[in-house]
């Protein structure tokens, strides 16, 4: 593993990842994500040897972090770990020193600043009311117009009423999932948390924090001792090294694994904008989301609140949502009826593959937060033992 300047990087070199192939592994994992390598550090911790493969540049899946000008960027996307399980918080912290951090919001629409989840700060911005009794009443006499829910609009307005809903949830969802909330299934929405009382914490979880010196460190330190080959797809891998491994653990898409033969899975994408500035500030806060309809981005990243980094520069990234094909990075499985029904169907052709256990946020098609991730995994490794060694 080597460090560039400016830039930390774990990848081997050519001539290590030679050698690293010249061996036979109880099991190969394809992905470095957060499931990808504690799959690969449990099985490792008991007596197995993992090869670990990544298509990009760089391990740790979605959480990997670049340096830049002594700030840590989240590369894809904001990630604050935050979880209620005790077993995957202390998990996590044999590999890093998490510093404690506690997410907030704020929302901009026009003029307006509203805090998020809604909560009493929220209404007293919307309405200028400060009880909980009077935002209640002005939710409820809002929320009773919504009528028959037929769509995302209706069951959103039936959940906070009109005025959060088109200030608040509208544009946002729609620049989301690229639909009119008109257009979109009630499904997506089924509840929207409102905190009658000064409660603007973005998660309430009991565990939550950022790894001191960014993920990569978390990375690092669980492949301790696990060979990692970057820069390779499975699909390059398997055609050279058909026998590599005796088992395999696929956390890239299902269907892209099964060369789409039933047809492809949706997603949607995101492309991210970074920027170095020369000031000390930019935004004052971590993330602050855009809800109006103008605006093309969703959010804004100002990388150096999750840790107060104190730099005389900033980093920002703009998020903008993005329709996805093959060949783009996959972050939302769209789990509609149709797509549901797709992947119960690449199940079935899984199910023909024993020797290849399907697991992640894109082979399990499921949105995972972090701590799911690490916690499928340590279940898939404990079952993995039970039944094949
Ligand atoms: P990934 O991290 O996606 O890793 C999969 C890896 O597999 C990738 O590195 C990919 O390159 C590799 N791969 C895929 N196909 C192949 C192939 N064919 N060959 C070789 N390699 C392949 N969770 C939180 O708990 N808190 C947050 O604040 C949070 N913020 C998020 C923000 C965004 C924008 C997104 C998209 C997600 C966020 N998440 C957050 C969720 C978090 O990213 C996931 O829980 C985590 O990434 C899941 O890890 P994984 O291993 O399943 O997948």
């Not at 060949?327 to 029904?341: C, E, T, V």
Request: overall charge positive.
């Amino acid at each position: 593993m080597s460090k560039e300047k400016g830039r930390e990087t774990l990848s081997v070199s050519k001539a290590a990842a030679s050698a690293i192939l010249c061996n036979h592994y109880d099991y190969l994992i394809v992905g470095s994500g957060l499931y990808g390598l504690t799959f690969a550090r449990e099985m490792t911790d008991h007596g197995k040897t993992c090869l670990v493969i990544d298509k990009r540049p760089d391990p740790g899946g979605n959480v990997f972090c670049e340096m830049v000008d002594g700030i840590t960027v989240h590369r894809y996307g904001a990630h604050i770990f935050h979880t209620n399980n005790k077993t995957v918080w202390d998990y996590v912290c044999r590999f890093a020193k998490f510093l404690p951090y506690t997410h907030k919001v704020i929302a901009k629409n026009g003029n307006g600043i509203y805090s998020l989840p809604f909560n009493m700060y929220t209404f007293y911005q919307m309405w200028g009311v400060d009880s909980p009794e009077e935002a209640k009443k002005k939710i409820s006499e809002q929320s009773s117009c919504a009528g028959l829910i037929k769509n995302l609009e209706d069951q959103a307005i039936s959940l906070v009423g009109y005025d959060v809903y088109e200030k608040l949830v509208k544009y946002y969802t729609q620049k989301q999932w690229g639909k009119s909330c008109k257009d979109l299934p009630a499904s997506i929405i089924k509840r929207i948390p409102l905190r009658f009382e000064y409660d603007d914490r973005y998660f309430t979880d009991r565990y939550q924090g950022i790894p001191d010196g960014g993920y990569n460190a978390l990375v690092e330190n669980m492949l301790s001792g696990i060979p990692i080959i970057t820069r390779i797809s499975y699909q390059q891998l398997i055609k050279k090294y058909p026998n590599i491994a005796k088992r395999i653990v696929y956390t890239g898409p299902i269907d892209e694994f099964f060369h789409y033969e039933l047809g492809k899975l949706e997603y949607r994408s995101l492309r991210f904008e970074t920027f170095l500035l020369n000031q000390p500030d930019f935004q004052g806060y971590s993330v602050v989301n855009y809800c109006d309809a103008e605006t093309p981005f969703t959010r804004i990243i100002e990388h150096k609140h999750f840790t107060d980094v104190k730099a005389k520069k900033t980093v920002i990234t703009y998020e903008y949502p993005e329709a996805w094909k093959p060949g783009k990075d996959a972050y939302y499985p769209i789990n509609d009826n149709h797509n549901s029904s797709l992947y119960q169907q690449y199940l079935e052709l899984a199910a023909k593959r024993p020797e290849v256990i399907f697991g992640g946020r894109l082979g399990a098609y499921k949105y995972y937060n972090m701590d799911e991730a690490v916690a499928a995994a340590i279940e898939a490794a404990s079952k993995e033992r039970k039944e094949n060694s």
